[in-house]
């Protein structure tokens, strides 16, 4: 008898790169792009290919990859959640040694080139460096959860930001600020409802640019005193106005922004030239959710900036 004990394990096809054309109109000349990025973890019954190398439980990660690709042919692509919903379910049903499918889906938006005619639209340019997320997981005893998200959403605040009255000991060097520039990289991850991920009618589009207003609406409207408090005040809006939100997770990496002394020079620097400092940087991280209801994004699951 061994004296090991295998625990828990995971295994799929990572970063499965899907490019999906939708053609619309009469003639097929307005086109509409999604493209993503699909890792497919599966959780089950495999001890026997662990132990002996009896592959009978053992679904191919290049099925889980072609799987992928046929549903993006067969489905579309309506949304990231619905293709992980779908995705997530196919698998679980379709092999009994299958028991949990975790999709987890990256999303890079593309732009449309204006063009003079809109007869013809099927030019795009990628639309800066944010990425929409999300990650599926059904179970067959705990049902479908869905987390949706989004990284490298960079925002700045050039005023109405301050911190200072902070502990203060002999290490302490950093000046109190009154009036400073705030910006971050915002990594954002939230937990549907059960209500909203077993709702085949649920709108994962409106759902994501709703989130993703709030979260930009509270960054703009927060007179900050810390960016801790900013945070807070993100997390609250997005439960305030989506109800089908049951929980908001932040890491904000806080881009620091150094006034340059130009006194040598004999100029006054009057909050107008900063230094942008790469690296290190604050790292602020934090979790808001409904009173009563179970977090669900694992700590561990937290994205490092």
């Known amino acids: 008898m061994s004296k090991y004990v295998l625990g828990h394990n995971q295994y799929g096809k990572a970063e499965n790169r899907i490019v999906k054309v939708t053609r619309k109109g009469n003639d097929g000349s307005w086109h509409e792009i999604r493209d993503l990025n699909v890792s497919v973890a599966l959780r089950g019954d495999f001890r026997d290919v662990h132990l002996s190398g009896d592959n009978a439980h053992c679904l191919p990660t290049d099925t889980t990859k072609n799987t992928v690709y046929a549903f993006g042919k067969e489905h579309g692509i309506d949304s990231p959640e619905a293709f992980g919903i779908r995705l997530a379910k196919h698998f679980v049903s379709s092999q009994d040694p299958i028991r949990e499918a975790q999709i987890r889906i990256e999303e890079f938006a ?66 109190e600020a009154y009036d400073r520039i705030l910006a971050t990289k915002v990594t954002a991850r939230w937990a549907h409802s059960a209500l909203a991920a077993d709702d085949p009618e649920h709108d994962w589009d409106r759902s994501y640019t709703k989130v993703r207003t709030h979260l930009l609406d509270a960054f703009a409207q927060t007179y900050s005193y810390s960016l801790q408090q900013t945070l807070h005040q993100m997390c609250e809006r997005v439960l305030d106005h989506c109800p089908r939100v049951n929980e908001v997770r932040l890491n904000l990496p806080n881009k620091h922004h150094f006034l340059v002394d130009l006194e040598p020079f004999g100029l006054k620097n009057d909050n107008e030239v900063y230094f942008a400092a790469d690296r290190p940087y604050g790292l602020i991280e934090g979790t808001v959710h409904r009173e009563g209801v179970q977090p669900v994004i694992a700590t561990s699951d937290w994205i490092v900036a």
């Open 110 to 175: 593309w732009e449309r080139i204006p063009v003079p005619t809109r007869r013809k639209q099927h030019s795009f340019v990628l639309s800066g460096r944010e990425v929409r997320t999300a990650q599926v997981t059904y179970s067959e005893t705990t049902g479908l959860q869905v987390i949706s998200g989004l990284k490298d959403l960079t925002v700045m605040n050039s005023t109405n930001s301050e911190f200072h009255g902070y502990v203060k000991d002999e290490y302490t060097t950093l000046r």
